[in-house]
């Protein structure tokens, strides 16, 4: 049995990173957000059966559910060799091209 049994995920694009509550998910800071390949998306964690208010109404997915969206190689979550190698200057491009509400919560990116 997995220890991820509990754990839920929610993908949520970009711009919405500024309305993260980091005491309300497993993830502590912007810095610790995966990236989706196109730098569009990023998803965070949460262990409660409560869900955090920023996430109401997003499609929650299990462990097992995140893992094949991660995992399918056709995906905007996969990165093979070549995409490894050019995935930061990608990321970086669209956090530059988002219009923040409030700040950039990756100003660290650049």
């Known amino acids: 049995m997995s220890k991820y049994t509990n754990r839920k995920y929610v993908i949520i694009p970009l711009s919405k990173v500024e309305d993260i509550n980091y005491n309300e998910i497993v993830q502590k800071n912007a810095q610790s957000l995966r990236l989706s390949e196109d730098g569009e998306y990023t998803f965070v964690k949460f262990d409660t059966d409560k869900t955090p208010s920023f996430l109401d109404g997003l499609t929650q997915y299990s462990h097992v559910e995140i893992l094949a969206i991660l995992n399918n190689v056709n995906g905007i ?34």
């Open 77 to 110: 979550w996969y990165l093979d060799e070549v995409e490894k190698l050019t995935w930061r200057n990608t990321a970086r491009e669209f956090i530059d091209e988002v219009e923040w509400n409030k700040f950039n919560p990756f100003n660290w990116f650049s």
